[in-house]
């Protein structure tokens, strides 16, 4: 199957392509491979073998769910939300490269899509827990229905240097936030993916990461403007990929402080783990604001490759907060502005 897959010419070599993996994925095979054959005496004939998903969509923007919700598609444009330095990323460029472990554990890092073909993001429910008035569990496609969405374009930045512009559909944390009515308590909310063994190859393939995938914010951070629930993208759902039903979008941080396919909202009273900061404490902090003055410790943050589409990719240089300064500095008063080691 993975040889009828081309990869574009535009995807970055190996050696420059900072994956957060690759790491982690050598420090942890010898663990996983005994692990492997030693349950592989135990476990019935054909169970450890990497079932390959079914190759259902014939292209990157086949993937939207066919039973999506499309109530108030394509939405109004927020005009306060705009990249004017910068053209918009392709649409097919934008789902088609793309970092989402649950589907991918090696080989062709970004080529998610081909994978995404077992995965039925609905119906799935999302979960309120923790530190609210009352816990409650609703559709997500009555979720979508009910909200009142909009577009915003906004800057996107990945901790490896790669950069996009994205039309994102959806609406504010803030108002998802409201709807849980958080007790006093609460100081942080915690957000966990989607964990379908049976739909999502990365996790099969990948047993002894810590899945489900789990991020998380300081309240004030939920609820500061910016933070955005993305239902859709380019006026249309989601496709897979991209983290159907429902993922965040953080433009101030980096790409990994958005999980994708978020199925509960957990309010707690403490700062809670994160899935990367876990693995590699030493190269992905809590905080990870978008910071051209901290480097990831195997690489610059300076610049970035700034993907307009497949053939179009320039180096560019990062702006602090990615550009958005102004809405979010306030909540940071300690965030460096001089070239710093400090990781947060
Ligand atoms: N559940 C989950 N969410 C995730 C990830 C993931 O692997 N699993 N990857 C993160 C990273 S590293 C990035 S850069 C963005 C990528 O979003 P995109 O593929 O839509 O550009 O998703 C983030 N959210
Ligand atoms: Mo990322």
């Known amino acids: 199957m993975a040889g009828i897959i081309i990869p574009p010419s535009w995807r970055i070599p190996e050696r420059e392509a900072a994956d957060k993996a690759g790491y982690a ?18 476990a019935p004939a054909g169970c450890l073998a ?49 970092n989402f472990y649950e589907f991918i554990s090696t080989g062709d890092l970004k080529n998610v899509w081909p994978l995404v073909g077992d995965y039925q993001p609905f119906p799935q429910t999302v979960k309120v ?10 559709d997500i496609a009555d979720l979508i229905r009910e909200m009142e969405l909009e ?28 709807k849980c009515a958080p007790t006093s308590k609460a100081t942080h909310v915690a957000f966990i993916s989607a964990d379908k063994p049976k739909e999502m190859p990365g996790i099969r393939n990948a047993p002894w990461w810590d899945w489900p995938y789990f991020e998380g914010l300081r309240l004030a951070e939920a609820m500061n403007d910016l933070a955005f629930v993305a239902t859709g993208m380019y006026g249309e759902p989601l496709p897979k990929q991209n983290g159907s039903p429902m993922r965040l979008v953080l433009p101030w941080k980096y790409g990994y402080k958005g999980p994708k396919a978020v199925v509960e909202l957990r309010f707690v009273d403490q700062q809670p783990p994160t899935f990367w900061n ?32 497949e053939v179009n990719i320039e180096r560019r240089d990062t702006f602090l907060f990615n550009g ?8 940071y008063p300690d965030e460096p502005t001089t070239l710093s080691r400090r990781i947060r």
């Open 129 to 138: 827990s923790g530190l609210v008035e009352k816990k409650f569990e609703i």
């Open 50 to 98: 990497r079932s390959a998903p079914s190759l259902v969509h014939s292209g990157p923007l086949d993937t939207i769910p066919a039973n999506a919700p499309r109530t108030g598609l394509p939405a109004a444009r927020n005009a306060a939300f705009s990249v004017p330095e910068r053209p918009l990323t392709d649409r097919v460029a934008a789902s088609s490269y793309n």
């Open 278 to 309: 876990k693995l590699q404490p030493a190269e992905y902090g809590f905080v990870s604001n978008v910071n051209p003055n901290v480097p990831h410790p195997r690489w610059s943050q300076a610049t970035e490759r700034y993907i307009q589409s």
């Open 324 to 331: 958005y300064a102004e809405q979010v500095g306030s909540l």
């Open 25 to 42: 994925n050598r420090r942890q095979f010898i663990r996983a491979t005994s692990l492997a054959i030693a349950s592989a005496a135990l």
């Open 151 to 178: 577009e915003r374009i906004y800057r996107f930045r990945c901790v490896e240097a790669w950069s996009m512009t994205v039309p994102w559909t959806g609406f504010p944390l803030r108002k998802l936030i409201d």
